[in-house]
């Protein structure tokens, strides 16, 4: 099936709600990694980037969609029935600075051995002949000369935790190109250092997103990561440089956070504030934190909790969030009435439009539970059923939107309580929310 993305993008997918890049297109109209926001804005018109590890292309035209037609994607897929989707997404789109390499980049170049199971974002490389098929396998450095990949300014790397031995096969690339690299961390459920090392080692520093002013910052070595955090960028100092002048990076490690102010909420207006430096405007958001935590340890309340929340989600300290929801959740039924007697900021954006006078406690049910289902996991497609009793207690709550009735049907269906997806108001009607409001109505 066709489907929309943030971004202008279509993709073209399994036509099944039990694989996970279409069920998770369904139900948020976007794939759910956060990074993939910040890579359509950092991209400009006419720049070059290499997706290696494109599956059914989620990045791939998200890249493309960012270079325009006068810049080059070149997306590199080893499986054969993920490559398929991907060319046929990239005619559909037209997209004449698309490049598939069907195959697969590691260490050595000839072949390479692909494990592949149901989810196509699961295939790896593996040792075993067992368990492998043989794929045509090259060494970036190899690649990159056969295919003109020079001037490179972005390469993702999502190869399942054989991204170490990518950067083995990649010496000369590393030297000669200075793009920015995003790369996948987690090898099952360890953190990969040796992806770090490797970079670190080629000059690179790391960085990660920090995703409420868009911009990345530094990461430390060995620093203690949020335990939701899937991706890391590495770049030279140069490109590092070219970020910063845009407003999309900072080289400030951000040990003070100090600013004249005490008020969190005036601390996160100026962190918003893309006129600053993004040094400035990282600092100003660090300092909200420390802020919004004293105003709660000071007075604690409803309004406090929910404007920490959103704070330190905007820092990508989701955890943290998601415990400060859950909190909320468990004094909304005694202390809703705070959220009339002081300013605040919810949980989520959205909500920071839509006024409550005279229906607090419905306007609170609905941002905790949204809150909750959007942050919590990844996508509901990992829960199956478990938070369906959630959804369904909003039920015709004014105020849900048209994602929280997406995760119920999702959620119904998966679980057999549904035979079929229901034509709903919220679904079937176009709008930035809501991109694919005739994949819905085919059922009316």
């Not at 789109?93 to 149901?118: C, F, K, Y």
């Not at 190899?142 to 490179?152: K, N, T, V």
Request: one cysteine or more.
């Amino acid at each position: 099936m066709l489907l929309n993305m943030r971004g202008g993008a279509r993709i073209c997918v399994p036509s099944t709600i039990e694989l996970m890049t279409p069920y998770v297109l369904l139900e948020q109209d976007d794939w759910f990694e956060e990074e993939i926001q910040f890579v359509r804005k950092a991209l400009r018109t006419g720049q070059r980037a290499i997706d290696i590890g494109a599956n059914y292309g989620v990045y791939s035209v998200a890249l493309a969609g960012a270079v325009g037609a006068s810049g080059r994607v070149w997306s590199v897929e080893p499986a054969a029935a993920a490559a398929d989707l991907l060319a046929e997404t990239m005619q559909l789109n037209r997209m004449p600075q698309g490049v598939l390499i069907r195959g697969a980049v590691s260490d050595r170049t000839g072949s390479a051995l692909l494990r592949t199971g149901e989810h196509s974002e699961l295939n790896a490389l593996t040792d075993s002949a067992a368990d492998g098929v043989a794929v045509p396998a090259w060494t970036l450095d190899d690649l990159a000369r056969q295919h003109g990949c020079q001037r490179i300014d972005f390469v993702k790397i999502d190869a399942e935790g054989h991204e170490a031995r990518i950067l083995e096969g990649a010496p000369a690339f590393l030297q000669t190109e200075s793009p920015l690299v995003m790369f996948e961390i987690a090898a099952g459920a360890k953190r990969n250092f040796a992806v770090e090392d490797r970079l670190r080692a080629a000059g690179y520093g790391i960085f990660r997103l920090i995703p409420g002013p868009g911009l990345l910052a530094p990461l430390g070595p060995g620093e203690r990561m949020d335990s939701f955090l899937l991706n890391l960028f590495a770049c030279k100092a140069d490109r590092a440089e070219r970020l910063e002048q845009e407003g999309l990076l900072t080289r400030d490690e951000g040990n003070t956070a100090s600013t004249d102010a005490d008020d969190p909420l005036e601390s996160y207006r100026v962190s918003r504030d893309t006129g600053l430096p993004p040094g400035e405007r990282y600092q100003r958001l660090r300092a909200a934190r420390g802020q919004a935590s004293d105003v709660f340890n000071i007075l604690p309340s409803l309004p406090a909790l929910l404007t920490y929340a959103r704070v330190v989600l905007d820092l990508g300290l989701r955890s943290l969030a998601v415990q400060s929801v859950r909190i909320a959740q468990s004094l909304v039924a005694e202390r809703w009435q705070e959220i009339a007697d002081m300013p605040f900021l919810s949980p989520m954006a959205r909500f920071d439009a839509i006024p409550f006078a005279g229906a607090e406690r419905a306007w609170l049910d609905c941002v905790l539970v949204e809150s909750e289902l959007a942050l919590s996991e990844y996508s509901t497609f990992f829960t199956g059923a478990r938070d369906l009793p959630k959804v369904e207690f909003l039920g015709g709550n004014p105020l849900r939107g048209p994602e929280t009735e997406r995760r119920r049907q999702l959620m119904r269906m998966r679980a057999g309580l549904q035979q079929r997806l229901e034509a709903h108001a919220l679904v079937v009607t176009a709008s930035e929310r809501n991109l694919n409001p005739g994949f819905w109505q085919s059922f009316s």
